[in-house]
């Protein structure tokens, strides 16, 4: 595909901020924009997914650029949700779903043989669409999980990425004087937030949001968006999400499927007002789907 | 919508129908839940009304504590079928947690699911097998088998090593203590195995994926996510696998060796409440001693219905968005 020659990876994440802090190209949102910077995190080679022999996900080249919001739209059941969960091997616990084709992190394919799908997830991790923190659990435990899961227990360095990641989820002021509280005691958008600091305590490269609002009021919804727009700084988002005007406000690139084919990709600006594709054209002008 | 449906269902209901039909419903419901606490509380009254003249001559206390149990002398203390009771249902509970625990989530999380099938039925088999059945294999296969690989091995080895021991684990029988408490745990677990099931496959799947999107193995899922959520269904499993325990009466008294005499002992006969009404009811013509065992009865009662309230109880604190969250 056209984009595919101008493209690098970073060998180094600290590399990759520094030439991201030099870019800006958010003007002209055309593929002339400067090549050098764009940043591949992640790629998608020839990606089909499988439901038993039915395909919902049919042969999907995309690529996800660094500490960037990437945003699935498309009509319900044109696969969004199906492709968000091959790239972090969701479909492993699917019975009868199958996944051919590469998704490349950092240039290596993460469903390559040797691959273990436990660090897979462990750098792209997931944020689902109604919160599910662990609701027997302590809102430190919640966030802890994952560093404990990876075997740290010193109590030092556990409270420090507590800290951290609620604080890069904007809720450590709310909840800083109840850590130990159960969960279930945070409002919705509370708890999705919760559950955006327990996904970035483990300190994943990518991190995919399924619908993330959609289970929020109006304020839920709002706080999330904000801190998306924040967390782009340190770390890839690929979201999927319903709300045209989401997309607008907080994603820098968007991709259209339809059908489990993905029709169009390219910059959010671009996607929105002039779209290649008469399909995408069709379905942000409101017109189907 | 077409004409033909539309036209049934803007009929008019006829108004008796309208006015009365959820006060006759809800009449007839109220009146058949209504019988069955009836029912329960008549019973107890009954037994109330025919242990009473035993209550009353030992006190409700001091026939709880009373040790000694002679129907000739008309003297009558419950305590050691109670002792027997507690010691049996705690002890089988406590040997038959975790294994059926570990069933259920083999069943429910590990086993491939013809294995699974394979589980499950084994498993609703053995809770289905009488329990006079189970009675006589342990009195023809369990039983001796016991005594000659475990309760006599044991007990020549306690004699010369360790002859500490040897008080703790009295003469030798088959029919004891120990193998009362062993078939019975054998005989909750498939409750304890059922209800842990349940519970964990209402175990939302966003749980699971939240384990498994931070890099869970299979086993971190499952401590993770699915015990925890689970914890309130397999508690109140336990303790109605418990109450089971308490009331079971055939098994444990074909095999418990019915003996009352106080300090029970692992390797000899002991006793239980329900043991003791079965063994003793058709001899009890005393008027005593028919009422001391009709007590045995109400306390009996009183305790299963404990057991049950408490189940409830823990089953609302434990679960998820009950009183311990
Ligand atoms: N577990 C499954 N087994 C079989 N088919 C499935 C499964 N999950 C999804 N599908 C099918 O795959 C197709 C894509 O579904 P998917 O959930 O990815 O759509 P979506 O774009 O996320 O829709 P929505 O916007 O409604 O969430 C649908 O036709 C759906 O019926
Ligand atoms: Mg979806």
Redo the contacts between chains.
Sequence with gaps: MHYAQTEVYAEDPKEQVLHLERKEDDSAGEESASAADRILRMETQNLSVYYQEVRGVDRVDMPVYADRVTALIGPSGCGKTTFLRSL?R?HD?TKGARVTGKALLDGKDIYAPGQDP?????KI??V?Q?P??????SIYDNVS??LR??GIRKRSILDEAVEYSLTHAALWNEVKDRLKS?A??LSGGQQQRL?IA??LA?EPEVILMDEPTSSLDPKGTASIEELITMLKEEVTIIMVTHNMHQAMRISDYTAFFYLGSLIEFGRTKQIFTHPREEKTEEYVGGQFG | MNKGTRGYSRRRVSPIYRSWGDFIFSTILLMLGASIIFLAIAMAWVLWREGSPSIRRHGFFGFLMGSTWDPVGGVHGARPFITGTLITSFSSLLIAFIPAVSAAVISAEYAPSWLARIIDTLIDLLAAIPSVVIGIWGIFVFAPFMRDRIYLPLSFWAADHAPRLLPALGNPVSYNLTTAVIVLSFMIIPYITALTRDAIHLVPKDQREAAWALGATRWEVIRLAVLPYARGGIAAGAVLSLARAVGETMAVAMLIGNANNLPFRLFQPATTMPAVIVNEFREAVEQMHYASLMAVGLYLFIIAFIVNLAAASIQKRLSVGGRML
Excluded: D, E, Q, W
């Design positions: 972090n969701m616990l436990i660090l897979v997830r462990r991790g997931m689902f109604k599910n923190p662990f609701p027997t659990m999980s994952g899961l990876a159960h279930f005691s559950c327990r996904a483990v």
